[in-house]
DNA sequence: ATTTGCTATAAACCTAGGTTTATAGTTCAT
DNA sequence: ATGAACTATAAACCTAGGTTTATAGCAAAT
């Protein structure tokens, strides 16, 4: 697959997956080049940017992503194991904050939120 | 008050202090000036910010709270009632793709995800 | 063979949400 | 009355996550 296919199929454009590329998002073993030089991707990339894209949107920053995903960095599985669950546990104080601003906004809506009383 | 107190009772630097009102933050009502030019706050105010912070750590942008907060605007209840509404529902949106990242992570740590198999 | 469309890179640009710096006026303690 | 601490503004700077632009090399159809 060429990237324009790529970015039909992900809905990523195609400057973001080059973006995502120069960052190390992406791992050699889903993209390669021809010999005009034009990128090559292989069928899977497009399930692993799908991972990628629900996880940059929530909590994950690119460079996390990358830590993850760079084989050159070559982290033991237990290092990597680590970042995921801290990375759970952010996700989890996210939910709390969530739950007390839906509770917040609520009390806006009624009239009952002090903050209300300025607006 | 002067910025400095705010800044200790809030926790929020006191640039951000000034930076927040240059975006109409922080309505008149709770920031005057002294005679020597200097703002004296009103002790609302932190309540106010607090509110403020909790609700920009979330989902709002700054110049959407500043919407809801500005009154030269003089947008009608119906209308700020629109936006909170709305922004519930991004909310309850943003929780169900934490929800699902959350699966995902807890798939990786598994070994059942087929990202993990690049990672 | 030339126009249209796809690809490439590097570098500049953009937005949000701040922070830092430069410069200057005030206030307080000694 | 002088130094330390606080305040002010404007403008420059910063980071993340991209997007746009400029320039140029392939490719496919007419």
Same mark, same amino acid.
């Given at each position: 697959?060429?990237?324009? #296919?790529?970015?039909? +199929?992900?809905?990523?454009? %195609?400057?973001t997956? /080059? &973006? !995502?590329? /120069?960052k190390? +998002?992406?791992? #050699?073993? &889903?993209?390669?080049?021809?010999?005009?030089?034009?990128? %090559? !991707?292989?069928?899977?990339?497009?399930? &692993?940017?799908?991972?990628?894209?629900?996880? +940059?949107?929530? #909590?994950?920053? %690119?460079? =996390?992503?990358? +830590?993850?995903?760079?084989?050159?960095?070559n982290?033991?599985y237990?290092?990597k194991?680590?970042?995921?669950?801290?990375?759970?546990? =952010?996700? =989890? #104080?996210?939910?709390?904050?969530? /739950?007390?601003?839906k509770?917040?906004?609520?009390? %806006?809506? =009624?009239?009952?939120?002090?903050?209300?009383?300025?607006?």
């Amino acid at each position: 697959m060429k990237i324009k #296919d790529v970015s039909k +199929l992900t809905g990523l454009p %195609i400057s973001t997956l /080059r &973006f !995502y590329e /120069r960052k190390n +998002l992406i791992p #050699d073993t &889903f993209v390669k080049r021809d010999v005009n030089n034009y990128r %090559i !991707y292989s069928e899977e990339v497009v399930e &692993f940017l799908n991972d990628v894209k629900a996880l +940059l949107s929530v #909590d994950f920053s %690119i460079e =996390e992503l990358s +830590l993850l995903v760079n084989q050159e960095l070559n982290l033991t599985y237990d290092v990597k194991k680590k970042i995921v669950e801290q990375k759970i546990r =952010e996700i =989890e #104080d996210i939910q709390q904050r969530l /739950r007390k601003s839906k509770k917040f906004l609520h009390a %806006i809506l =009624e009239g009952k939120a002090n903050f209300q009383t300025q607006c």
